[in-house]
Antibody
Framework: EVQLVESGGGLVQPGRSLRLSCAAS????????MHWVRQAPGKGLEWVSG????????GYADSVKGRFTISRDNAKNSLYLQMNSLRAEDTALYYC??????????????WGQGTLVTVSS | EIVLTQSPGTLSLSPGERATLSCRAS???????LAWYQQKPGQAPRLLIY???SRATGIPDRFSGSGSGTDFTLTISRLEPEDFAVYYC?????????FGQGTKLEIK
């Protein structure tokens, strides 16, 4: 059974940093691209970032480019999102998600339950 | 960036009726790299359709997707009570990946 378990969310002040982690199990992690998708309270889905199976291809939404960094450790079956210079508008539930194939340009077939990030003073 | 506009914003129908949801892209979606997701309150999204018209594993055949270029449609042939949810389209053919704003399908 595919499991994606996010951690690292919490309350953080504007301008500070936070690192999200996602522990993956139930599939061969290094065969698939991975994504971070967020959802602000009561709002729709927003793609944040994606990374290919070997970290060779990475993409970011314009809203986070230059502030967020996605990475993965295939040896640890883990996905990360380093979030710097956080803003109030980054407040959201952050989902870790698995792509259907090894490239970023693919749909998403599994999602975690999300970790909540709240940016507020 | 490709902007996806979904319509209507809210669709009110009764069980047994047919639902037609639209997703229009601001520019052509390459290779029909268009997916549809269903999200129920308090749950993560679920993949329904990928490649514009291919059903994901375990998705009932009352769900179908069609379209190409800039116009895509999700059709639910006969609504079941569990189909009332929010539906999102997503394009993954161009970077950045983008989602539509969603269509809420509610019980009439």
């Amino acid at each position: 059974e595919v499991q994606l378990v996010e951690s690292g969310g919490g309350l953080v002040q504007p301008g500070r940093s936070l690192r999200l982690s996602c522990a993956a199990s139930g599939f061969t992690f290094d065969d698939y691209a991975m994504h971070w998708v967020r959802q602000a309270p009561g709002k729709g889905l927003e793609w944040v970032s994606g990374i290919s199976w070997n970290s060779g291809s990475i993409g970011y939404a314009d809203s986070v480019k230059g502030r967020f960094t996605i990475s993965r450790d295939n040896a640890k079956n883990s996905l990360y999102l380093q979030m710097n210079s956080l803003r109030a508008e980054d407040t959201a539930l952050y989902y870790c998600a698995k792509a259907v194939t090894m490239i970023v340009r693919a749909s998403i077939d599994y999602w975690g339950q999300g970790t909540l990030v709240t940016v507020s003073s | 960036e490709i902007v996806l506009t979904q319509s209507p914003g809210t669709l009110s129908l009764s069980p047994g009726e047919r639902a037609t949801l639209s997703c229009r892209a601001s520019q052509s979606v390459s290779s029909s790299y268009l997916a549809w997701y269903q999200q129920k309150p308090g749950q993560a999204p679920r993949l329904l359709i990928y490649g514009a018209s291919s059903r994901a594993t375990g998705i009932p055949d009352r769900f179908s997707g069609s379209g190409s270029g800039t116009d895509f449609t999700l059709t639910i042939s006969r609504l079941e009570p569990e189909d009332f949810a929010v539906y999102y389209c997503q394009q993954y053919g161009s970077s950045p990946v983008t989602f539509g704003q969603g269509t809420k399908l509610e019980i009439k």
